[in-house]
């Protein structure tokens, strides 16, 4: 599948498709009552509640998480994904389109998660709010079931996921690069609460917080909107996103697929993994524009 979004209208019309494996990627994420409140939960007793026929469970929270890892939402290594995957009834000639339950940023977490191992999967532009907006039809209960898998390819692809030590040398300025964190203003600016253990960002970091990229109905904005919202084509190479958790971001980075750009990089362990550490830096306050 060469198309990045798909439409419900797109959804609807190829569902008989044999080789269509379509993914709720959703996970309860609460909102931090207090710093270093971080509450995960799993998505499927709300996929079991509403999911689009069809539509299996994609477990971000652990069969897609590597549990070694001293963060949450880590990419596991290929043989792990390869199981997992193909548990979904993903095999070499599917077509899988991802969606989530609330803002787009689980879906697009999962779709750089399968571009990052030669994967070709698409988000569906709005997702459950937009079909159910739409009056198509939605199922519950775990009825739904994956079909047959066949053999699976993965190959890790280079010049997805940045390491600690490369967004140390962008932040020091002592490596070419623009560090861009995709969380909201206020936790940017530490004058809010963070599930993380320090407030704040990684310094010489650019803010563009990932929900302005989406409209009223979960949709992306349009192209030359996103290129506006997003103000990064006078930006030289390469761009690190990050956010808390690498999931903002990664909506982030489907943004900039859809602009074209691909000097694009992902700091799988974000805030979470940087702000753990006392030794590497923080900093409050605003970013210039």
């Known amino acids: 599948m060469s198309a990045l979004l798909v439409d419900i209208a797109w959804l609807a019309a190829h569902a008989q498709d044999e080789n269509l494996v379509v993914l709720d990627a959703t996970v309860d994420l609460r909102a931090p009552q207090f710093d270093g409140d971080y509450q995960a939960y799993s998505g499927e007793p709300g996929w079991q509640a509403e999911h689009l026929p069809g539509a299996l469970h994609a477990d971000l929270l652990e069969r897609l998480h590597n549990q070694e890892a001293d963060y949450s939402f880590a990419m596991p290594a290929l043989p792990q994904l390869n199981q997992a995957l193909q548990a979904l009834g993903i095999n070499d000639h599917s077509h899988v389109v991802i969606y989530d339950r609330t803002d787009g940023f689980w879906a697009a977490r999962l779709w750089w998660m399968l571009r990052s191992v030669g994967l070709q999967p698409a988000l569906l532009d709005g997702g459950l709010k937009a079909w159910r907006l739409a009056g198509l039809p939605l199922a519950n209960g775990t009825s739904a079931s994956a079909t047959t898998s066949g053999a699976l390819t993965l190959q890790a692809q280079p010049g997805y996921w940045a390491t ?56 992306y904005l349009p192209i030359d909107t996103l290129r506006s919202t997003l103000g990064v084509d006078h930006l030289p190479q390469p761009l690190l996103l990050y956010c808390g958790g690498g999931i903002s971001a990664a909506a982030t980075a489907f943004a900039l697929a859809l602009l074209g750009r691909h000097d694009v990089t992902l700091f799988d362990g974000s805030l979470q993994q940087w702000s753990a550490d006392p030794a590497l830096p923080m900093t409050t306050g605003a970013a210039p524009a």
């Open 164 to 219: 600690l030590a490369q967004v140390q040398a962008v932040s020091q300025q002592s490596a070419p690069g623009h560090l861009i964190c995709a969380l909201s203003a206020a936790v940017f600016e530490g004058t809010t609460a963070t599930r993380y253990s320090r407030r704040g960002h990684i310094p010489n970091s650019l803010n563009r917080p990932a929900r302005a990229l989406f409209d009223d109905s979960g949709r």
